[in-house]
């Protein structure tokens, strides 16, 4: 019998691993990539919790749509910037964005 | 629901994600992206929600993933240079602690699981959160125009 | 319905700007203008509809908070749009769009201050969030302004995706996006998953109030941005969370003590070690960073105490730090688009060759240092007078003794710009239209400051409603 | 029922607040005299509003009348007086705090109407005096603000607000004694002043919060209601607090060793300041926080140092030669009887000789101010028939000069005989005490009349006297404080500038008037208005016609004795010279305070020194230095990595998830 408390717990997991990511990779692009993994941990956990907690409104899996929306939006944006970047340092490593500091 | 199903998607997903934050090729990691997302979607099947899934194995696991190799290819970027082995252990203990001390608040009362179709979803899309979803047509124009903006090459 | 309208009017207002920049290319002060007039209507809207109350689409509520999240938002807009009219042909890139960019920024604002459910909260901040990333890497030439919006970026998808957890764990604590099914659970006993959910809702509304230790980003954020745009990163995002803190607070959360506890602490850690961080800065836009993260440290002492005293402080504290924040930004503008570099040392002997630039930046800076007869002043002293009435008394000592190194710090850039020699000789050529705004705003920092009573009373009431009294 | 100048009374300090920032902000631009017209007009328009204002209580105030030796209530008071006015600046919703209250009842509009004629009159003359002095605007704006600060402390109706006026004039005060910053001994007098009234104004700060600890109020009627309910010991360590703060302000025995040498400053300051408001100000406090000192039954101390004060100032105005010093120990001895009248029930006959007194003694510092300007001295006996030079400055000064001295009719007989009577009534040795002081009143103005006016110019006794050397009172020598020279022998004074005389004549006017309304000629209308039901001073006239023949003999002795002593030979000394020395020395009171006191003042000081300047200082400059080292030394933190930032944040993100888990 899977319950709820599994979803969570899997999400927990993944988030954690997400946060692991964007804590030491040292690419850009795969720091972005680790808080893809972090928005799909909470979705996770919102589609889960849709299904077993709230089977009037279902809000939960609404919510998830949107943060597949907001990811999309992020990224883009994201991805612009590190375009920018990309065009002053001709890198997209994390150390070319460690000049200004103290 | 299959215990079993839901097993092999969580190991899956784990360790596609481990992949995606461990892999020193970073096409692998984009690709690894891809397969985790993949796999999120089969949870979301899993969950008895087969819209769901449809969007995010177009969104994320498909649309994302391409994005990510195109700026990828973009950048030259391939190997990401590892963080030293005392922030993996800093970043190692940090995700540990969080995950213990999340995990002590884990464990929600045993509920039926009552899956809902995709009308029933699409219907409350648009009654429930149409304002949300105006909202999120605006965030979308504003990360596009955005985008252009910040990304558009300069007018001599 | 007027704040149905006021929220169409921002949105179709940045669509119509987003539209129409591309085809003005060299016309960005007509966008400007427009800009302006959309935001001067919303804040006659806002005041007409004030006592409005209304449930608009079964997730964003008319209320006098609202009302007031336009006000404060629509003023900080108007601003920024008035203060980019100096250089904003330069801006490369998009000048007209940049003004689309406010208006949004502004409709994030809005929703999230009204939201009733987690749902559009977690966008409307998610929309003045993106507003405020692409407008800090808006100078595009310069490395520093997509550094500062790199990290900007990452940190602020980080915390937004450690807040959407938090607030799936709400959901999954209560099985409710609305507030006020979250609020009936939390009174019930906040369940403990909820209550972890709210604690990391905590951690991503303090990085977007810059709190420490989710601080990190704001120097860097600002230096990189130009001091337009940084004036509107420091004012809007920190309006809305503000606000919308209080609302999420009373709305949803009930508001527990581990939030608010948790929130003092934060307060506590920002304003003593921004201050600390700000003695050290020789760069201005940096300074004032640091100086937002101490007084973003003042504002949720506020949010903490709560009550209608304690968030009106607040909201009286976000007004003035709004007026005063902004105009020290503008003053770097104007500066700098006179060729003075925004560091301590080039500000050396300013007084002589701009006095009138100088006056104008020195009340914006001695209302931020909190000198009486200014608003700054008065915003500290209401803070100051909640945390005694709640009897915190030594949070209210290390609260006094570090507004004293607020005091050193923005005296040492007067110190430069008025007792020490200029570098260089000649007078500077201000730019009208900013010298006009600083002298507004300098004006408003006056005003509020020798007569709180009307604006104090406007957010007692709107907190008051909120609070249900 | 609507009061046209009562609804706006906040105009009367703001105006002259406006005015002081106007000139102060705008000084350059006002060239000549303009500054000095500028502010008189300001002072012209505050005159106008404070006479509408006095209509007004008037008119509202309680009505009453005196049948057979009783006051009988006519007409109570109408609705809507006292007037206040309420401005909640800081305050915070539900809570006492400091509230911007004024409260002008019928005392304090007929002290306003006192001070802002009084102040214009002296605006004017100072067009006409400080005419080429340098800083002339500046002079003007003290004025200002300092007419601003007294006006709100009269009609401030919280005793905070009280505090911040009492301040702010102490201020102007001081910088006005140092106006001519440049002589030392203005200088040494601005310090004296200083320490002297901050000394005594820790008693207002101290008794103030210790008063607001009691009553949770700062507001001046609910003191006074809550004065009864005060355990009479604290009462009276508050009233005893109050009033030191008072006896500075005022310069009562000992603390009046400040007003003496506060003359250094020009002399229209001496007349506003330190003779017809400021110093009155401790009166009025005192008046003000009757309640709280009855409550303590603190007011026999205010009767005996009020005797006290009346009789050694009165003995020693008698040997000086400087003119503005014998008005100042005039000034002295007056407050003397103003205290000594609060301090046996007769509040409003005291309340009365503030009124008057702050006329006539105006009248007489400009009349002094008419003669130095004319005669180019301060000393009496260097002055050169005055009387037949400036006949107006000689009119006038003699009426100013029979108000001092309790001629009839003129003012001062009405207002002190009366607190006389009360002290006859109430406590029979200072009553003595007080006739004795009457008698060297008339004695020292009429030996002052006939020297300056009807004598010619001799060489200064004063300044050949060799205990005169040098200024004791301000612990300077010859070297630093030499005597001013003498006018050329040849010098033939002249009358003052029509500015000056109109202020003269105007101020004259009032003192005569003031003196008849509180007469009982007019039926003591005055008197009735200042009535409050609790003080049975007004008394039908056949009562008090004993005490004023007693008065008018008493000065009519003076005044003869003086005549008798000084019309033939002003130079002779009569008194050994030990005496005069002792008299002329202040019986060495600024003296030891300067030698005693200091020099055991001065072992804590010099440790304190040390302390200041190796420990102190040290740990300033420590801590300065720590904290910036500090600020240094954390920058460290925001090291400019993305990774290092994300860290914070979910390290952030554990404390508060390990934190609110203990909740």
Redesign the interface.
């Known amino acids: ?55 009037v ?33 001709g ?12 | ?3 079993l199903g ?1 097993a092999i998607l ?1 190991g899956l ?2 360790a596609g ?2 992949v ?2 461990l892999s020193e090729n ?1 096409v692998h ?2 690709v690894a ?1 891809a397969f ?2 993949f796999f ?1 979607a089969g ?2 099947v ?4 087969p819209l ?1 899934a449809v ?2 194995f177009a ?2 696991a498909a ?2 993933p391409i ?2 190799l195109f ?2 290819m ?2 030259q ?1 391939r190997r ?4 030293s082995g005392v ?2 252990l ?3 203990f ?3 602690v ?2 213990v001390g ?2 002590g608040y ?3 009362p ?7 179709g995709p009308e ?2 699409g219907v ?2 648009l009654t ?2 149409l304002l ?1 979803f105006e909202v ?1 047509s605006v ?2 124009l ?3 125009v ?3 903006v ?2 558009r090459r300069r007018e001599e | 319905m007027i704040t149905l309208t006021i929220v169409l009017l921002l949105a179709l207002g940045g669509l119509g700007v987003a539209l129409a920049a591309p085809l003005l290319k060299r016309g960005s002060g007509v966008l400007a203008g427009v800009t302006m007039a959309i935001f001067a209507l919303a804040m006659i809207l806002a005041v007409a509809g004030f006592n409005e109350r209304a449930l608009i689409f079964g997730s964003l509520e008319a209320s006098p908070l609202t009302a007031l999240a336009v006000l404060l938002l629509s003023a900080a807009g108007f601003f920024v749009a008035w203060g980019n009219l100096a250089r904003g042909e330069e801006l490369w890139g998009g000048p007209g769009e940049f003004f689309a960019f406010l208006l949004w920024g502004a409709l994030g604002g809005v929703l999230l201050v009204g939201s009733t ?3 559009l909260f ?2 409307g901040l ?1 929309l003045s969030a ?1 507003a405020t ?2 407008l800090a ?1 808006y100078d ?1 030439d310069r ?9 900007y ?2 940190l602020g ?2 915390s937004s ?2 807040l ?2 938090g ?3 709400v ?2 604590g209560t ?3 609305e507030f006020a099914a979250i609020r009936a659970a939390f009174l019930k006993g906040a369940p403990a ?1 909820a209550l972890l959910g709210a604690l990391l809702a905590l951690v991503g509304l303090g990085f977007k109030l810059a709190l420490v230790p989710f601080h990190a980003w704001v ?2 954020a600002y ?2 941005a130009r001091p337009v745009a940084a004036a509107y990163l420091a004012s809007a995002p920190k309006i809305a969370v503000g606000l919308g803190l209080a609302a999420l607070f009373v709305r949803a959360f009930g508001p527990p003590d581990a939030v608010t506890q948790s929130l003092l602490v934060l307060a506590l850690f920002s304003f003593v070690f921004g201050n600390l961080w700000a003695l ?2 020789t760069n201005l836009k ?1 300074l004032l960073a640091y100086s937002t993260i101490a007084h973003m440290g003042y504002l949720a002492l506020g949010l903490a105490i709560g009550g209608t005293f304690g968030y009106a402080a607040a909201g009286f504290y976000l007004l003035a730090y709004l007026i005063a924040g902004g105009a020290a930004f503008f003053a770097l503008e104007a500066a700098e688009a006179a060729g003075v570099p925004s560091t301590i040392e080039g500000w050396k002997g300013l007084f002589k060759r701009a006095p009138g630039l100088s006056v104008l930046a020195a009340i914006a800076f001695l209302s931020l240092a909190g000198v009486p007869g200014l608003a700054g002043f008065l915003a500290k002293l209401y803070v100051f007078a909640a945390s005694a009435k709640v009897g915190l008394f030594a949070v209210l000592v290390v609260a006094v003794l570090t507004t004293v190194l607020g005091y050193y710090y923005y005296f040492r850039v007067l110190q430069a710009a008025f007792l020490e020699a200029p570098k260089e000789e000649g007078r500077l050529s201000v730019n009208p239209s900013l010298l006009a705004l600083l002298f507004v705003l300098a004006g408003l920092s006056i005003l509020f400051g020798v007569w709180p009573a009307g604006a104090f009373s406007g957010l007692e009431q709107a907190f008051r409603v909120l609070i249900g009294l | 029922m609507s009061y046209l100048y009562a609804s706006h009374l906040y105009w009367i300090p703001l105006l002259p607040a406006l005015g002081f920032l106007v000139v102060i902000l705008l000084g350059r631009l006002f060239k000549g005299r303009s500054a000095g017209y500028f502010t008189t007009l300001v002072m012209a328009i505050v005159a106008f509003l404070a006479s509408g204002l006095l209509v007004e209580a008037l008119q509202a105030a309680p009505q009453w009348a005196v049948e057979g030796g009783e006051a009988v209530l006519v007409r109570p008071a109408l609705p809507g007086f006292p007037f206040t006015f309420d401005w909640s600046w800081l305050a915070i919703q539900g809570e006492r705090g400091v509230h911007f209250t004024l409260y002008v009842d019928q005392l304090g509009a007929i002290v306003l109407f006192m001070v802002a004629w009084a102040s214009l009159f002296i605006h004017l003359f100072s067009i006409g005096y400080m005419d080429g002095e340098e800083r002339y605007a500046t002079f003007f704006a003290y004025l200002q603000l300092f007419t601003a600060a007294m006006l709100t402390f009269v009609a401030a109706g919280d005793f905070f607000i009280a505090l911040l006026a009492w301040e702010v004039m102490g201020l102007m005060s001081y910088l006005l004694i140092g106006f001519f910053f440049k002589k030392k001994s203005a200088q040494q007098a601005m310090k004296k002043a200083f320490i002297t009234t901050k000394f005594a104004d820790l008693g207002f700060m101290v008794g103030l919060f210790w008063l607001y600890k009691e009553t949770g109020t700062f507001q001046m009627v609910e003191v006074g209601q809550a004065a009864e309910h005060l355990a009479a010991g604290v009462a009276l360590a508050i009233g005893l607090l109050f009033f030191l703060a008072a006896m500075g302000k005022s310069a009562q025995f000992p603390l009046h060793v400040w007003l003496l040498d506060a003359m250094e400053g020009p002399t229209p300051v001496s007349a506003m300041i330190h003779a017809a408001t400021m110093v009155a100000a401790g009166v009025f406090l005192m008046a003000r926080f009757y309640p709280v000192l009855e409550a303590g039954h603190a007011l026999p101390y205010l009767a005996w140092v009020g005797a006290i004060t009346a009789l050694f100032a009165a003995v020693l105005g008698a040997a000086f030669a400087d003119v503005k010093k014998i008005l100042a120990w005039s000034t002295v001895s007056q407050l003397g009887y103003m205290f000594l009248g609060l301090g046996v029930f007769g509040w409003a006959a005291a309340m009365f000789h503030l009124v008057a007194h702050a006329f006539f003694k105006a009248l007489l510092f400009l009349g002094s101010g008419s003669m130095i300007h004319g005669a180019k001295t301060q000393d009496i006996f260097e002055m050169n028939r005055l009387a037949r030079y400036m006949p107006w400055t000689y009119g006038t000064f003699l009426i100013g000069a029979a108000a001092l001295m309790g001629i009839p009719p003129f003012a001062g007989f009405w207002s002190k005989d009366l607190i006389l009577h009360m002290a006859e009534e109430h406590a029979p040795l200072l009553w003595a005490m007080g006739l004795v002081a009457a008698f060297f009143t008339a004695f020292y103005t009429t030996r002052l009349i006939v020297i300056a006016f009807h004598h010619p110019s001799y060489e200064s006794p004063w300044k050949k006297a060799p205990w005169n050397q040098g200024c004791p009172a301000l612990n300077l020598g010859p070297e630093d404080c030499p005597p001013e020279p003498p006018p050329p022998p040849d010098h033939h004074p002249h009358e003052s500038e029509p500015v000056m005389i109109t202020a003269l004549l105007g101020l004259a006017v009032f003192s005569v008037a003031v003196g008849l309304w509180g007469s009982p000629i007019f039926g003591q209308k005055l008197l009735t208005y200042l009535y409050e039901g609790a003080a049975p001073e007004i008394l039908p006239p056949a009562k008090l016609m004993g005490g004023y023949l007693l008065g008018t003999l008493i000065a009519l002795a003076g005044l003869f004795t003086a005549v008798a002593l000084y019309a033939k030979d002003p130079l002779k000394q009569r008194l050994p010279d030990p005496v005069v020395a002792a008299l002329q020395r202040r019986l060495y009171i600024d003296e030891f305070y300067y030698k005693v006191v200091a020099r055991v003042a001065q072992w804590p000081t010099d440790l304190l020194w040390i302390i200041d300047t190796y420990v102190v200082d040290f740990l300033v400059d420590l801590t300065g230095y720590a904290v910036g080292a500090f600020g240094q030394a954390l ?2 933190l ?6 290092t930032y ?2 914070y944040i ?1 390290l952030g993100a554990i404390l508060l998830i390990l934190g609110g888990v203990r909740w």
């Open positions: 019998m899977i319950t709820l408390g599994h979803f969570l717990a899997l999400s927990a997991v993944l988030f954690a691993i997400g946060l692991f990511g964007v804590i030491t990779r040292r690419n850009l692009i795969a720091v972005l990539m680790s808080v893809e993994i972090l928005l799909n941990a909470a979705a996770i956990a919102f589609a889960a919790t849709a299904a077993y907690k709230d089977p409104f279902f809000s939960g899996q609404l919510f998830a749509l949107f943060i597949m929306v907001v990811a999309a939006a992020e990224l883009s944006i994201g991805f612009a910037i590190l375009l920018n970047v990309f065009r002053h340092t890198s997209a490593a994390t150390d070319v964005v460690e000049e200004m500091r103290g | 629901m299959s215990v839901f969580a997903i784990i994600a481990l995606v934050v970073i990691a984009a992206l985790t997302f999120v949870l979301y899993l969950l008895g929600s769901l969007i995010q969104v994320n649309a994302i994005l990510t700026i990828i973009t950048t970027s990401i240079r590892p963080a922030f993996y800093v970043a190692g940090l995700a540990l969080f995950l999340l995990w884990l464990g929600a045993e509920t039926a699981f009552r899956p809902l029933g979803l409350r899309l429930v959160t949300p999120a965030l979308l504003l990360a596009m955005g985008a252009v910040l990304a | 459910n987690l749902l977690f966008l998610e993106y990333y692409v890497a595009r490395k520093e302004s997509a550094e500062g919006a790199m990290k970026l990452v998808a980080l995706a450690i959407l957890y607030f799936a764990l959901y999954a099985g409710s996006m998953l120097p860097d230096q990189g050290a800065q940096r | 920058r460290w925001n090291s400019g990595k993305v990774a994300a860290a979910v």
